[in-house]
């Protein structure tokens, strides 16, 4: 696979020095909308959503702009992620997490002593501009098993005409019971306005394993491939990635699938033939973000690309509660990929130090 080029999106500046969670979605005819999360620190009650526009392939970007207001039904927040979905036609959904700050004020996103954490909700908007102005956020209704939900993929778009909103759970901040953690989808069938069904995907009952950041997409035939990141609360260990497989768009999976690499895997690229491009974090092992190919769904990965290479981290932590506080501290992270029409794929991810982080674009050509 060949790094075609690469750049800087953006580069973090004082006094919101630190970029995260970036996301890059193609819109035709040939413009690419970026979103990133912005703030002081990686965890904060000044961080939002900043958007920037691309019309040659990433090579240079628009100034930034911030549509997104923080504020819903008069409470102060702050915005974590914004995923956008481009509907046929010219239509944009975004999907967007969004933190309550006022329950706890000062406090940080994660309780390290029950894990549990701050209020949280997923805020739907819609663009008929190609995202420069978006509707005001309405408030997608959540089922009280999931907690405080967290949003880690966008909207799917499902060939029945349906669109489903994969959700995980957590604990509210002060809970002291076990965190059963789990993903679940919520079905809607007018656009995102109501989510009347909701289907459990996977879970572990006994609450050992967390099946953490879970990344799906829909290929051209209608399947959803999920890639999910997991977690032994046992062990304090990150397993292999899983791959799951649905033909009946969530109903039914196949039987997970650990892949050769570990950590955090990043929203995958299916292009029109059904190869795969899936780029992953690897914090623990060689220290790097790298990605590789499938030829399809199901198959295996090659082709593998070196993206980032970073330094071994240091120290260590104990108890899952430690682990959350420290992924605060993480340095580099969370790709995102998306296919472009030419056959090439954009991966997008931040990386800096505890000072500055920056978001980086990487532009791949498989074989």
């Known amino acids: 696979m060949q790094i075609v080029a ?17 996301t890059v979605t193609w819109l035709p005819p040939n413009r690419l909308l970026a979103t990133y999360r912005v703030g002081a620190a990686k965890d904060g009650d000044d961080e939002t959503v900043e958007c920037r526009w691309s019309e040659d392939g990433g090579s240079s970007w628009s100034e930034p702009w911030r549509p997104f207001a923080t504020e819903v039904g008069g409470v102060a927040g702050s915005l974590k992620v914004v995923y956008v ?6 239509a944009l959904l975004a999907a967007a997490l969004w933190v309550d700050r006022s329950a706890h004020p000062g406090k940080p996103l994660f309780n390290e002593a029950t894990q549990g954490c701050l209020p949280l ?20 209704p959540t089922p009280e098993t999931l907690g405080p939900p967290s949003l880690t993929s966008p909207i799917l778009l499902l060939p029945s005409g349906r669109m489903a909103l994969s959700l995980e759970s957590n604990k509210t901040y002060l809970d002291p019971s076990p965190w059963l953690q789990h993903v679940q989808y919520l079905y809607s069938r007018d656009r995102g306005r109501s989510w009347p069904e909701a289907r459990r995907i996977v879970g572990d009952l006994t609450g050992r394993y967390f099946h953490w950041d879970q990344r799906a997409a829909v290929a051209p035939d209608g399947r959803i491939v999920s890639f999910t990141w997991l977690y032994d609360s046992r062990t304090g260990k990150y397993l292999p990635i899983e791959r799951r497989i649905s033909v009946d768009e969530g109903a039914n999976w196949s039987r997970p699938e650990r892949l050769g690499f570990a950590d955090q895997p990043s929203r995958p690229a299916i292009f029109p033939d059904g190869r795969v491009l899936l780029a992953w974090v690897d914090r623990f092992g060689s220290h790097t973000i790298r990605a590789a190919v499938a030829p399809s769904l ?25 682990l959350l506080m420290e992924q605060i501290s993480w340095t580099y992270g969370l790709p995102y990929v998306e296919p472009l029409p030419d056959g090439d794929a954009m991966v997008v991810y931040y990386a800096g130090d505890a000072e500055r982080m920056d978001i980086h674009w990487v532009r791949l050509r498989p074989e």
Do not use: K, M, N
Request: no cysteine; proline share 10%.
């Open 6 to 22: 690469r750049g800087v999106l953006h580069a973090g500046q004082p006094p919101a020095a630190v970029a995260t969670f970036p």
């Open 85 to 90: 979905t481009s509907e046929p036609g010219s």
């Open 298 to 322: 199901e198959g295996p990965f090659s082709q593998e690309t070196l993206l980032y290479d970073a330094a071994p981290l240091s120290g260590g932590y104990h108890t899952t509660g430690e």
């Open 121 to 140: 909700r997923v805020l739907l908007a819609e663009s008929g501009d190609q995202g420069r102005t978006w509707s005001p956020w309405r408030v997608a």
